[in-house]
């Protein structure tokens, strides 16, 4: 796949330059790199290489232009990829790692067809194209790490064969682990702007991945959403937020992953970027990614889902918003006035049960009209019961997780709307040990929380909450 060969759905509005990261320190190292060649003779004379290694990696070196690059590689053939992984494996000094992966990682990117030079060595040496490669994955230096996660994208996008399972997952996962322990980097000694250089490579080597349908599923199952959103979660600048939204809109076009993205509650957290969003680009694909996340599950019920929840987080007043701006891109503007269309035919459906079933899968509670309605608390007590008592159980969890007051109050108030409303609800309260989270809050440090709190348990343990409700206000 080349890197200019474009999704279904993905216009060149949409497109990102894959084979161009924005300009940082790596980059600017790489530079540095190319322009201190190896002294190849030395190794020659000391036999850490062999003859024929020095004789591939001389006449490499020497070729200055494309096509002086490509009579090289037409009269070494494989054996150039032969070279490259014998100086990877022998040579330990880290400036030589580095011109070597530098020279592997410019000569894919100069012409991706050269990736199955190294598919045609490992099938004549019965090896994997990709053991040359991994064991640096554990080097120390961040520029060798960075040019191998480059190589190892490359091959696995560009070459002749889709990775193997087991090498598939060992590389995902090792990218996984980079963008969470990146994103919650404040190790000393390390500056903040070579981490953030480093995570946006990462991003750059995981969005190549994810254009190949196999490896979405595959990152999806072995949990990569969850690390999308832990980078999401971290402040961060506006091309890491790009860049890592670009991730789950490619995730997005496969249907099975789109049925179960919003597990991750990612709605929340990109509508907050959607309304504080500096950069078009980043309004572009977050509305690209809302699109997607509505147009390719193929299910009613995860569609109305996911529209409630960008109705509940203002995702539609923002684009109404939006709507009143020019915008160069045709695309985003499309994107735009399909999502106000969908989401206001949505609201115009919408329950005040759907409203209040959307706000909890939200995890944002306030005090909106339903949790104070008799008419609402009267008819939909007993629904808290259906798909195994699901809205209870997110209200268990705000209550054991959230830090907000605000939450915290409302969610302890439902509770005891709910038992107040469904005599039977206080034994399912007690089935779920909701009881003792209510009996905990008692203590909270929050005045509003403790009031709710208390008004919640008594509710639980009396009859006839209408009189000790006067009795209270009476107080």
């Not at 190589?151 to 060992?170: H, P, Q, T, Y």
């Not at 503007?333 to 899968?361: G, R």
């Amino acid at each position: 796949m080349s890197s200019d060969q474009l999704l279904p759905g993905f216009s060149r509005g949409h497109a990102l330059q894959l084979s161009s990261v924005p300009t940082n320190s790596m980059q600017a190292l790489t530079v540095a790199v190319r322009s201190n060649p190896v002294h190849w003779q030395s190794y020659l004379n000391s036999q850490m290489i062999s003859p024929e290694d020095f004789q591939v990696i001389c006449a490499y070196d020497q070729a200055k232009t494309h096509a002086a690059r490509d009579k090289v590689i037409a009269k070494h053939g494989e054996n150039c990829a032969r070279t490259f992984i014998s100086l990877m494996q022998r040579i330990s000094k880290e400036e030589t790692v580095k011109y070597v992966v530098t020279a592997v990682d410019d000569m894919l990117a100069e012409d991706p067809g050269r990736s199955n030079l190294f598919f045609e060595y490992a099938k004549k040496t019965r090896s994997s194209p990709w053991d040359g490669f991994m064991n640096l994955l554990n080097r120390q230096n961040n520029f060798i790490i960075h040019q191998t996660s480059r190589i190892i994208a490359k091959l696995a996008c560009w070459g002749k064969e889709k990775m193997n399972r087991k090498d598939l997952v060992f590389y995902i996962n090792w990218i996984k682990h980079q963008l969470v322990s990146g994103a919650s980097s404040n190790s000393p000694g390390i500056m903040q702007s070579e981490v953030t250089d480093f995570t946006q490579n990462i991003l750059h080597c995981l969005q190549m991945m994810l254009r190949v349908p196999e490896y979405r599923i595959a990152f999806f199952e072995t949990d990569g959403m969850a690390a999308l959103m832990t980078v999401l979660g971290f402040k961060c600048g506006f091309q890491i937020q790009y860049q890592t939204i670009f991730c789950i809109w490619l995730l997005a076009f496969t249907p099975e992953i789109a049925l179960k993205l919003n597990q991750y509650n990612p709605v929340p957290v990109l509508a907050d970027i959607l309304g504080e969003a500096a950069k078009e680009k980043v309004t572009r694909i977050v509305a690209a990614t809302f699109r997607n996340m509505i147009e390719k599950p193929g299910d009613i019920e995860v569609v109305k889902t996911i529209s409630l929840a960008m109705i509940h987080c203002k995702v539609l007043k923002n684009l109404e918003i939006l709507q009143d701006k020019q915008f160069a891109d045709e695309d985003l503007t499309e994107d735009i006035e399909y999502l106000v269309e969908h989401l206001t035919a949505s609201l115009h459906d919408l329950s005040s049960f759907d409203e209040y079933s959307s706000e909890l899968k939200s995890g944002r509670l306030d005090w909106s009209p339903v949790h104070k309605s008799e008419k609402f608390w009267r008819e939909n007590a007993i629904r808290l019961n259906e798909k195994n008592h699901e809205l209870l159980k997110i209200l268990t969890n705000l209550m054991e997780k959230s830090t907000e007051p605000l939450i915290l109050a409302v969610a302890t108030h439902d509770i005891g709307e709910y038992v107040r409303h469904y005599p039977r609800g206080k034994k399912i309260i007690d089935q779920l040990g909701i009881k003792q989270i209510v009996m905990k809050l008692l203590a909270h440090q929050n005045s509003e929380v403790k009031y709710n709190a208390l008004i919640a348990v008594q509710k639980l343990m009396v009859h006839n909450w209408e009189y000790l409700g006067k009795q209270l206000v009476s107080a």
